[in-house]
């Protein structure tokens, strides 16, 4: 198993999409890319901790490539815009690829690349790339929450 982290606004449905790709074998939400040890989810959303709301996923690379990942992250959300997705606004929702080996970062820097040259979105494309660094799981009643709440089947 291999593990990926984005960020990409709300973890909540960033979750719920990583949990449709083939391959891709759990997720966990959490923190990740700011200074304070085991944050909450109120001192995230309050912009107190430097931390964006992430995805952590494990998966199979024998079943799904990183760089499909990485598609999939791009895919998903608006990565032209600084610190907003749609009606949340606020650093902890960036779009970052936290990348665990010099591989990694060498795929996604490519997918962003390859995007670019593609005009595949209008405006440039500010998705930040840097090392993972210490993880902090968000709480138990944000994990899986579209799904405990049933919202899924509404196309969510």
């Known amino acids: 198993m291999a593990i990926a982290t984005f960020a990409a606004g709300c973890f909540w449905g960033v979750e719920a999409r990583f949990r ?5 074998m ?3 939400v959490g923190y990740t890319g700011g ?3 085991e944050p909450t989810y109120r001192q995230v959303c309050r912009s107190k901790t430097g931390h964006a709301e992430a995805v952590k996923v494990e998966f ?3 079943a799904v490539s990183y760089e499909r990942l990485v598609e999939t992250f791009f895919a998903l959300h608006d990565p ?3 610190d907003r997705q749609g009606p949340d606004i606020g650093s902890q929702y960036r779009s970052v690829i936290f990348f665990h080996s010099p591989e990694q970062e060498a795929a996604a820097r490519a997918v962003k690349d390859r995007l670019e040259a593609s005009d595949a ?3 440039p494309i500010v998705t930040e790339i ?3 660094g210490p993880w902090w799981p968000a709480e138990d009643y944000h994990q899986r929450y579209l799904e405990r709440q049933g919202l899924l089947s509404c196309g969510l």
């Open 60 to 62: 199979d690379p024998d």
């Open 20 to 24: 449709t790709v083939p391959g891709v």
């Open 35 to 37: 200074t304070k040890e």
């Open 121 to 123: 979105f209008r405006r």
């Open 130 to 132: 840097v090392p993972a």
């Open 26 to 28: 759990d997720t966990e």
């Open 80 to 82: 032209t815009t600084k």
